[in-house]
């Protein structure tokens, strides 16, 4: 029977596939011991031997070619000529996994596994066959065999770790945990694993036990130490937690770790005063690495908050922190990000992100966190010079192509605006936000319709769309310029529904939509959309009371027709010259 195979399945070329084809094979029964003896397959002729390799090695070969329906049926084939072929049942796992499902693949690679239980191909996958249907306990034994199989393997060994760990046999994980160590020798991850193996177990000699012995065995690395005594300090030894670190910093007075520790060990004694002298100390320190400080000052924003959230101290801290040299802008940045917490003035976050930039001038992050605040103060001459220098060290950031381009188009610069945008639409890639492009687009669009370039208006109107089909701005401003221009008033009418649709109270999209209703000459309907964005409209637009007028006019209402041209030039009109003719004719001209 044919069947489909998905392409994906080229895979299997990558495959290791071990060929048997004649003599004896062993297999050992379902459900035997390790102990158990192999007991022996009989063995295919000579002829059957021949036929096998033909058909198995034209399956291969298929499969290459991406003929998978006749590599499928080949190797189907193959197992009528010998049913105890291993590869064979390998290789169709991955096929079946598709056309049947996850359990018959399994099935297969187990039996191939059966078949050859010393192919370790086999043994993995039927491990992570196990693991990812959560059968533990049989995963757990095909990787056993693994692992007997190589014992060289220590990644199989670190599965074999986390299995018994789910399965929670804390014995078992900690002779995995031995095996490894003679594999791997000691070393600080394999101690910590044994420790919280011992912690589970509620051992708690045995845990410290192993800290002793990488601390002996490691005498000159101050580091043991310390764990030995944030070990006691944590189970309530701080008295021989404190000796630990007094030890330590002994042999090594500026050993940060144990100055840190000396911290928790005068909290926990209740000597907050000496606490804070050396968390000071330390901050300022420029022998404190940095990922310490941010350790250190982290903990001193948690204690502050924990404490009722008075910031003074904490401020004062940063302050002190950044009157020395810094290395690095982390601590800078974690300045400006606690007091924007704390919702401090803007001009004194702004001030940071300065200190920021002077550190990391090719800090994107805080460029445009800089850039929205004095967006948000309209300075748009200072969002283009931020938004200039971020574009020297951050070409490919297409944001600071955006802003750069709003402040221009702010500044009446369209020129310099459209320059900017089209720069940062060269930057378009598949990993590009979609809406961000969408909106490179429509703005391009308005700008082109302004210079009165209405076709490379609208080119740039339907890349937007095609970015971002529901981009509400570039539809209404799309279709209110066609209904303008008489043309394809259909198109204009179903993009501006679907903003109606989408924003029903927006009075800009309502008075569009009504607006090319009127043109389609649906007069009814027109009148009914226009009188929801004059009610909608609470900057009173003198062009949505304008088209009311015109509306209310072609509907027979003249009456309130005069009176919304009226209210039209009040506003402030700019074509008060047709509105007063139309007011002194009485009816709507066409202008």
Known sequence: MTRTILHFLALLSAATLTISCGGAKTVQPTGATEEASFVSLPAISHNDSLRFKIYYFEAIKQQTSGNFDAAYDLLQHCLTINPNAAEAYFMLSFYDGILKNDSAALADVKKASELNPANNAYL??????????????????????????????????????????????????????ERMETLEGANEDLTLAKMRVYSLQGKKQEEFNELKSMAAKYPNDMNYRVMMGNWLLQNGKADEAYRQYAEVL????????????????????????????????????TKTPTDSKIVLIRQAVAESEQQGGDSSKVLNLFRKILAQPQETSDMAELYAAYM??????????????????????????????????????????????????????NPDEMAFYYFLGLAYVQKDDDDSALDAL?????????????????????????????????????AAYDS???????????????AYYLS???????????????????????????????????????????????????????????????????????????????????????A???????????IKLKKYVEE
């Open 484 to 570: 303008e221009e008489d043309r394809e008033l259909a198109k204009a009418e179903q993009m501006s529904y679907r903003t109606v649709q989408a924003e029903p109270d927006n009075a800009t999209f309502l008075d569009t939509y009504a607006w090319i209703l009127f043109k389609r000459k649906k007069y009814a309907e027109a009148m009914q959309y226009i009188n929801m964005a004059v009610d909608n409209d609470t900057t009173k637009s003198a062009v949505i009371i304008e088209h009311a007028g015109d509306i209310h006019a072609v509907n027979g209402d003249i009456d309130g027709a005069v009176k919304f041209w009226q209210q039209a030039l009040e």
């Open 340 to 393: 924007t917490l704390k919702k401090m003035p803007q001009d004194s976050i702004s001030k940071v992100l300065e200190t920021v930039l002077a550190i990391s001038p090719d800090n994107a992050g805080a460029r445009l966190q800089l850039i929205q605040a004095e967006w948000g103060e309209q300075d748009f001459d200072r969002v283009a010079e931020l938004s200039r220098q971020a574009i020297d060290y």
């Open 250 to 285: 002994q042999a090594e007075p500026e050993n940060t770790n144990a100055r840190m520790s000396m911290i928790d060990y005068y909290r926990t004694t209740q000597q907050p005063l000496r606490a804070d002298s050396l968390q000071e100390a330390l901050l300022v320190s």
């Open 124 to 177: 993995e996958r039927l491990g992570a066959g196990y693991f990812s249907i959560n059968n533990l306990a049989e995963a757990t034994k095909a990787y056993e065999k693994l692992a007997k199989n190589s014992p060289e393997r220590s990644d199989v060994l670190d599965i074999l770790a986390q299995l018994y760990g789910r399965q929670k046999d804390y014995d078992k994980m900690l002779d995995v945990l």
């Open 572 to 582: 402030g009109a700019e074509n008060d010259k047709a509105i007063r003719r139309k």
């Open 464 to 478: 937007c769309l095609q970015w971002k089909d529901d981009n509400l701005g570039c539809l209404n401003n799309y």
């Open 422 to 458: 089209r720069r940062g639409v060269s930057q378009i890639n598949k990993q590009s936000n979609k809406d961000l492009v969408s909106d490179f687009y429509a703005i391009m669009g308005d700008i082109l319709h302004d210079k009165g370039l209405a076709e490379e208006a609208y």
